[in-house]
Nanobody, 115 residues
Framework: QVQLVESGGGLVQAGGSLRLSCAAS????????MGWYRQAPGKQRELVAV???????NYADSVKGRFTISRDNAKNTVDLQMNSLKSEDTGVYYC?????????WGQGTQVTVSS
């Protein structure tokens, strides 16, 4: 089992920045990805950004150039720096860790961008 704990959500004005952090309960050695997904009201959960154990990154088109994902394998953390936030970025952000075919999820943190 892997437990994930997110922090850093909140309320921000459009154009502002937030940084989300996620800490995993134990170190995983080997192939795995860590990342962030979000779910807006009335919509399905969608990928925001993921990063593999060896640093390969994938961003949703809607956040490219504005968001930056990073991970620290020694600290077992993954962060999401969000700049130039837009109202459409509002939602609950979930930390994810995928090990093989198993997904682990955090409890979610609310991000609200006011226009």
């Amino acid at each position: 089992q892997v437990q994930l704990v997110e922090s850093g959500g909140g309320l921000v004005q459009a154009g502002g920045s937030l940084r989300l952090s996620c800490a995993a309960s134990r170190i995983i050695i080997g192939i795995n990805t860590m990342g962030w997904y979000r779910q807006a009201p009335g919509k399905q959960r969608e990928l925001v950004a993921v990063i593999t154990h060896n640093g390969i990154i994938n961003y949703a088109d809607s956040v490219k150039g504005r968001f930056t994902i990073s991970r620290d394998n020694a600290k077992n953390t993954v962060d999401l720096q969000m700049n130039s936030l837009k109202s459409e970025d509002t939602g609950v952000y979930y930390c994810n860790r995928r090990i093989g075919s198993t997904d682990y999820w955090g409890q979610g943190t609310q991000v609200t961008v006011s226009s």
